[in-house]
């Protein structure tokens, strides 16, 4: 039992590990998806990465699956291949971690912006025929991603209402303050800064999606809201907790594929979406933040 036979026999992936001929390990579990992450060895000594969830949604792990194939058509994007797809269950290539440097850095930049020039869509979101899911996730929370000719439409309409009147039949936002945030998403049209085209972008770009090898150079990772986007999305969402060497991925972005003008102004738009999931899955603890990046768009 090798790497060649699981890609020729996932069906058989829950009896292999029933009858431990793939050692399992346990590596952490992730709060937001309520799923496990596993290190696996074959009786070859070939390691694999694997997401466990016993109870996903329907279609979890194929939309995560989709996202990273979808992205790794950028010809040297650095993203695992896909080993095998269950419902319950998605293997990955390993890629033995390590730490983020400088030159690490500055690579995923000019990545970034290479991932955004390549490729055209019609319209923003999951365009028929143009290789995303008509839903992505989020954590474990669905991503609509029927299309929409103009940017500002899909995000408020896709990334930005759904999840605010979710929070808001959560009881986590009273009615007041969701008025006050739809009043304020409502002028997200005359905030977003010179047209643009769709972009092909991750969707979920937070400094936790990008993983550093052992040589320091990092992989894209958690593609599950992969689609047509606006690049500023992702840039503004690895900005929102931070992300090693950050200026140095910025810096090598822009000298590949320069941001349109003011983009510094809209990084708090941008970010909208990741909060109001954050305020959905995690409760009230990220509503004060959400509303300051909505009062940017007074």
């Not at 293997?91 to 390549?118: K, N």
């Not at 009881?171 to 002028?187: F, I, Y």
């Not at 200026?247 to 809209?266: C, I």
Request: aromatic share 8%; hydrophobic share 45%; net charge negative.
């Amino acid at each position: 039992m090798d790497l060649a036979y699981l890609r020729a026999n996932p069906h058989v992936i829950p009896r292999l590990i029933e009858h431990q001929r793939i050692r399992v390990s346990s590596l952490s579990r992730d709060p937001a998806a309520a799923g496990q992450s596993q290190l696996w060895t074959l009786d070859d000594g070939t390691h694999l990465f694997a997401k466990a969830h016993a109870a996903a949604p329907s279609g979890f792990f194929a939309a995560e699956a989709a996202g990273l194939r979808w992205l790794a058509e950028r010809p040297g994007l650095p993203v695992p291949e896909v080993i095998a797809v269950l419902d319950e269950l998605l293997v990955l290539q390993w890629i033995q971690p390590g730490q983020p440097t400088r030159s690490g850095a500055q690579r995923l930049g000019e990545l970034l912006a290479q991932l955004h020039s390549f490729g055209a869509a019609p319209a923003f979101g999951a365009p028929k025929g143009y290789g995303v899911p008509e839903t992505g996730y989020v954590g474990v929370l669905p991503l609509d991603n029927t299309p929409k000719k103009e940017w500002p439409e899909f995000f408020l309409e896709r990334r930005c209402l759904p999840y605010l009147r979710q929070a808001r039949d959560l009881g986590v936002v009273d009615r007041k303050l969701c008025g006050e945030l739809e009043t304020l998403l409502a002028r997200l049209p005359q905030h977003v800064g010179p047209s643009e085209r769709p972009s092909r972008i991750h969707g979920d770009l937070w400094s936790g999606n990008v993983h550093y090898d052992a040589e320091g150079q990092p992989w894209i990772v958690d593609a599950a809201a992969a689609h047509w986007g606006h690049r500023e999305t992702d840039l503004a969402t690895l900005q929102l907790f931070g992300a090693p060497f950050l200026a140095d991925t910025l810096n090598s972005y822009q000298a590949v594929y320069p941001l349109g003008e003011g983009w510094q102004q809209r990084v708090a738009a941008h970010q909208l979406h990741l909060l109001l999931v954050h305020v959905v899955v995690f409760g009230a603890g990220y509503v004060e933040q959400a509303l300051r990046a909505a009062r940017t768009l007074r």
